[in-house]
């Protein structure tokens, strides 16, 4: 492959670390939603729950890092054509949020971590506490959490636009094969 032509598809790293941060991220968000507030504070499953959220959010963090290096180290493909300059604007906008809002969950969770001191509550060295809300990054994590789940709403949808109504086999991209 010549140094001025982009490849076909994004690096295989970056696919796996794509997919497997998609899987990881809608389940934290689903749990953190749904799972997580439902379980009353003094429940022994409460701060076992959060450890579990805490270190896997972790974990997303670290991938998130190597992913933004990859971005800026691999050959991509070239932008993807939606058919008009304005939805080509929103796709590269709604791309690059998506870097910032998961850079946002990141940083109000390990601010949260910081400022509760959960490995003391983890370890029973601390109480569980009463209220994460008394922690100024809670308020960003919830905000952040939900801007997330609209955007990744858009992006899914125009995934399915691109591969079912314009046909032109987008998907392809962010899959493994001959690049
Ligand atoms: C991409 C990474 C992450 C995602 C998608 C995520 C998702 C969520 C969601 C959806 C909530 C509930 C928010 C709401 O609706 O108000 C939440 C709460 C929370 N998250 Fe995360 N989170 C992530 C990373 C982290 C990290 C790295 C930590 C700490 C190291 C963390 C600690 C917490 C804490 C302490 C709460 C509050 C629990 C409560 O109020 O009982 N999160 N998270």
Redesign the pocket.
Known sequence: MSKESAPSRYHPVHVALHWLMFL??VM??????FV??GIP?DSPQ?PSM?QT??????F??LL?IVRIILYFTTQRPAPADAGNAFLNFVARAVHLLLYLL?IG??V???G??QQ?N?PAVFSGAAPY?A???A?PP?MG???V??L??LLIVLHVGAALYHQFIRKDNLLSRMWFGKR
């Open positions: 990881l991220v934290m968000l689903g749990v953190g939603k997580m507030p504070a409460k959060l959220h805490a270190y896997i959010g972790i997303i963090t998130l998961l969950m990141a109000s969770g390990l949260m971590f509760a959960l506490p209220d994460f809300f922690y809670r994590h919830g905000l959490s939900t997330l789940v």
